[in-house]
């Protein structure tokens, strides 16, 4: 495995990230939403280092099978928090394909959020189809086009746990 996001470099720009969200937001209620299981990790993190009101939910989706994007977004639950009215901040661990976020995006402003925006720990460096998501709100670092595993990002389930960022390939 080759290192291209360690733990140091990893916890500053979290800290950093909560800064710049709790900036945007003030002294606002943001409801964070992460994106299980995948950010599940950076979504602790993240919450623990915003400088602004938070709550905080979970919702279940998949858009991979084994180590493959499927191009389809399952919703595995809902949340638990009623989204209308709220100012959602979704956190996933990676903005790969665009189609999850794009899709959880419009799931909650269908049910009647305020706002909805993105980030993210890693955004892959390559091209997304149409319909996707761009671009998160906040990105902790943009990274190349390779199959990545740790702090979230797995591998059938695998290397979530690792405190870095690491290509497999």
């Not at 938070?54 to 191009?71: K, M, N, P, Q």
């Not at 903005?95 to 976020?101: A, H, Q, Y």
Request: proline content about 4%.
């Amino acid at each position: 495995m080759e290192i291209l996001f360690d733990e140091a470099a990893i916890r500053a720009r979290v800290a950093e990230m909560g800064r710049e969200i709790g900036a945007f937001y003030g002294d606002d209620l943001v409801t964070l939403v992460v994106l299980a299981n995948g950010a599940l990790i950076f979504g602790a993190d993240l919450a623990r280092s915003l400088t602004c009101p938070v709550e905080w939910d979970v919702i279940s989706v998949a858009s991979y099978a084994g180590d493959r994007s499927s191009g389809e977004v399952a919703f595995r639950g809902a949340p638990k928090l009623d989204p209308a009215g709220r100012r959602i901040l979704l956190a996933d661990e990676v903005l790969d394909t665009g189609l999850t976020l794009a899709a959880v995006k419009k799931y909650f402003l269908d049910r009647g959020a305020k706002e909805v925006k993105t980030t993210v720990i890693v955004e892959k460096d390559r091209p997304r189809p149409a319909g996707a998501l761009e671009h998160a709100d906040w990105t902790g670092v943009v990274l190349p086009d390779r199959y990545l595993v740790g702090y979230g990002l797995d591998s059938h389930e695998k290397h979530r746990n690792l405190p870095h960022v690491a290509a497999l390939d």
